[in-house]
C-alpha cells in the first residue's frame, strides 16, 4: 500500500510542475498600457506544425483566432474601431478574410466562448487588418497589442504572414 501511495504522491508532484509549463506553450497573453487604460488579449497558440494555415483561409472564412478558447481582449478604455465606440469590457476577438488579402478583426461581445461554431454575426465593431509578409516565421501563433502613438497597435502573426491594425484608445 505504501508503494501505491509513493507512486501517486510522484505522479501527482511531476503533474503538479509539468501543468505550467505546458499551459504555457498553449496560451499566450500580451498586455500594453496606452493612455494610463490597460488592455489585455488572452490567447490560445497552436503550431503550424508545416501548414500555412493563413494562407490556406479561404474568403468568407471566420477564424476564432488561437485554439481552444476564443481570443479575448479586456479594456478598461474605450476603444475606437473605424467610427465605432467599444465600450471598456471583455470581448472575443474573430479574424474574417474579406478577399484574396483583405482581413479584418471583429470585435464580439459574447465571451467563454470554446471551439466551433465560429461567431459570424453580432460583432460590435470591425477593424480592417493590414496583410504583409514577415522575414521570420512564427511556429507558433504570436498575437501583441502595442502602444503606437496613443493608439493600440494589433498585430496577428503565425508563420510568415502577419496581420495589423490599430485601434484609438480613449
Known amino acids: 500500500m505504501a508503494v501505491k501511495l509513493r507512486i501517486i504522491v510522484a505522479t501527482c508532484v511531476l503533474l503538479l510542475v509539468a501543468l505550467p509549463a505546458l499551459s504555457q506553450q498553449g496560451r499566450g497573453k500580451s498586455e500594453a498600457t496606452i493612455k494610463g487604460k490597460k488592455i489585455t ?18 474568403p468568407g472564412m ?3 483566432l488561437g485554439m481552444d478558447e476564443a481570443t479575448e481582449i479586456s479594456t478598461n478604455a474605450t476603444l475606437v474601431v473605424g467610427s465605432k465606440e467599444v465600450k471598456p469590457g471583455k470581448y472575443t476577438l474573430w479574424a474574417k478574410k474579406t478577399g484574396e488579402t483583405q482581413w479584418i478583426l471583429g470585435f464580439h461581445p459574447q465571451t467563454g466562448v ?7 454575426t453580432g460583432y460590435v465593431a ?14 507558433r501563433l504570436s498575437i501583441t497589442v502595442a502602444d503606437k502613438a496613443g493608439d493600440a497597435a494589433i498585430t496577428i502573426q503565425w508563420g510568415t504572414a502577419q496581420l495589423s491594425g490599430a485601434v484609438g484608445v480613449k
Open 62 to 64: 471566420v477564424w476564432r
Open 126 to 139: 470591425e477593424l480592417p487588418l493590414k496583410l504583409d509578409k514577415t522575414p521570420t516565421a512564427a511556429e
Open 114 to 120: 470554446w471551439g466551433d461554431p465560429a461567431l459570424a
Open 41 to 58: 488579449i488572452d490567447y490560445g497558440r497552436p503550431a503550424l506544425q508545416g501548414r500555412d494555415m493563413i494562407g490556406m483561409a479561404k
